[in-house]
């Protein structure tokens, strides 16, 4: 059975590899409008450009700007075929082993799931693999869908470690966790990117994951 102190070494390891690095492409400061926009680039024709247009009367600090820089950065990885799309299809374990020996840092909720499950097995003492999932919640009135790392076989004591939210919790009090993370994210000024465009954290299109059935995949 996996214990509170085990979920809790995954989950700052885990924050511990992602610190200092790109990370995500779906968070801004104060970010709306369309994520991706159209322009005319010329003889090539049309093409997506990532895009954050700052909401108007707010001025992002200059560490609130430079994330915005990376994420833009990020985009424009994902957009030119970035590690989501070179990694899909494959296993959480492969995955998770792949982005963890290549140090990469960047990617969103997924990528840090399986992360997550690959530190809890090989880095942390006593998690088997077969008591590792990855979850992902989608609002099923929406293009949004969120995952995370849920340590624990069912019916024994299960920890939602969700680096991507900044989050570890039993699983019975993850949805009071993340309402309470979201509604912190929108004082601070943070925006999620959802169904391509700017949204406050706290907008039904992320609020809604809750409104679905997970989809449950193992390690391997």
């Known amino acids: 059975m996996v214990t509170a102190a ?5 989950y700052d390891r885990v924050r511990r590899f992602y610190k200092g690095g790109d990370k995500s492409w779906n968070k801004s400061y104060f970010g709306t409008g369309r994520q991706q926009t159209l322009q005319w680039t010329g003889w090539k024709g049309f093409a997506y450009r990532p895009n954050i247009d700052i909401e108007p009367g707010q001025v992002p600090s200059a560490k609130q700007k430079s994330r915005n820089d990376q994420t833009l950065e990020n985009l424009k990885n994902m957009m030119d075929g ?3 799309w070179r990694n899909a299809g494959m296993s959480p374990h492969l995955r998770g082993e792949i982005l963890y020996n290549q140090r990469n840092t960047r990617g969103n909720c997924g990528e840090m799931a399986v992360v997550a499950m690959y530190i809890a097995v090989t880095q942390v003492g006593g998690i088997n693999s077969d008591e590792v999932f990855e979850w992902t919640m989608t609002n099923p009135a929406a293009n949004f869908g969120h995952s995370f790392a849920v340590l624990g076989k069912p019916g024994t004591q299960e920890w939602v470690v969700d680096p991507w939210a900044g989050v570890w919790c039993d699983r019975n009090n ?16 943070k925006r999620i990117g959802a169904a391509g465009a ?23």
């Open 198 to 220: 700017w949204v406050q954290p706290t907008n039904p299109l992320v609020a809604g994951i809750f409104n679905g059935q997970p989809q449950v995949r193992g390690f391997d």
């Open 6 to 10: 085990q979920a809790q070494d995954t």
């Open 174 to 189: 993850y949805q009071v966790m993340l309402t309470n993370k979201l509604g912190q994210w929108l004082t601070d000024g």
């Open 82 to 84: 970035g590690v989501a």
